[in-house]
């Protein structure tokens, strides 16, 4: 079972920045697409950004086009965010996921297999 770790969530205010990471073990990660979601209280989970696997083709949601960047690390089994100008809207719990499923949408929770446990962050203005 493919196990996906997330870290680097905490307290910012509007305007900084902050990296998140996802650790895998398990798998093959270098054949996953990787994609980020966030779910703030009650709403419900939405794309963030996405990356393919060989092409390294990125996806964003409109929200975060242009502050947010989506990368990967495959000698580190490692896909990172990195959050940039955040505002309070970017207050969520953000969660890593991988294993698209073609026939779904790679903006859909429900085309990816496996999940991590999610990271708190937290925007003030």
């Known amino acids: 079972q493919v196990q996906l770790v997330e870290s680097g969530g905490g307290l910012m205010q509007a305007g900084e920045s902050l990296r998140l990471s996802c650790t895998a073990s398990?798998?093959?990660?270098?054949?996953?697409?990787l994609a980020w979601f966030r779910q703030a209280p009650g709403t419900e989970r939405d794309f963030v950004a996405a990356?393919?696997?060989?092409?390294?083709?990125?996806y964003y949601g409109d929200s975060v086009k242009g502050r947010f960047t989506i990368s990967r690390d495959n000698a580190k089994n490692t896909v990172y965010l990195q959050m940039n100008s955040l505002k309070p809207e970017d207050t969520a719990v953000y969660y890593c996921?991988?294993?698209?499923?073609?026939?779904?949408?790679?903006?859909?929770?429900?085309?990816?297999?496996?999940w991590g446990q999610g990271t708190h962050v937290t925007v003030s203005s």
């Open positions: 996921a991988a294993n698209r499923l073609s026939r779904y949408s790679r903006t859909s929770p429900v085309g990816y297999a496996y």
């Open positions: 398990g798998g093959t990660f270098s054949s996953y697409t």
């Open positions: 990356i393919s696997s060989s092409t390294n083709i990125l």
